[in-house]
């Protein structure tokens, strides 16, 4: 099953990566500039989805996920709004300081956990090197002259959708 979808996802690749390589014909420059950005906008969004799901994986293997929801509960109202009951006193008789502090209590602070998790999965190495390849990428095609934005910035659109559909591929099992 997983090779199938590899499979899948290399044609594609390959795919995409020939149609770039006719801009060759058009100019060297273009071509630099398209294959250039749509490499690393894949790359990063390749990465991202992989990082996210080593997280999400990591929190389910240590047991921290829990569905103490049904789905459409979850749908209708995933900040869980409208779970509690609705206070339909006269606006004189409310008490908007208790009210408040009722309200504050039920916000949950960021904790030192959440904080290691999102961390973790911002500062991966595939992601801190697809980022590098990007910036890395950009500063060549500039400082060579070579940098067009006309096709720099649609490349870039291009790879995010590639790599989007590829991550959807590979990663979504």
Known sequence: MIWTMVKKFIKIFLLIEV??????????AVFANIEVA????????????????????????????????????????PHGLYETEINDAP??????REIVKEEK????????KNIKYGLRGGFSPLRLGAYL???????????????????????????????SIGAKELFSS
């Open 19 to 28: 149609i770039i390589s006719l801009s060759y014909l058009f100019s060297p």
């Open 38 to 77: 749509f490499l690393s906008s894949f790359f990063v969004v390749m990465a991202s989805a992989y990082a996210h799901k080593k997280m999400v994986l990591a929190k389910v293997a240590a047991g921290e996920y829990e569905e103490d929801r049904e789905l459409l509960d979850k749908i209708e109202d």
């Open 105 to 112: 209590k039920r916000v949950k602070p960021m904790s030192a």
């Open 91 to 96: 606006p004189e008789e409310l008490n908007l």
């Open 133 to 163: 390849f990007l910036v890395l990428g950009f500063i060549a095609l500039n400082n060579n002259h070579v940098l067009e934005l006309i096709y720099y910035l649609p490349s870039l659109f291009i790879g995010i959708v590639a790599g």
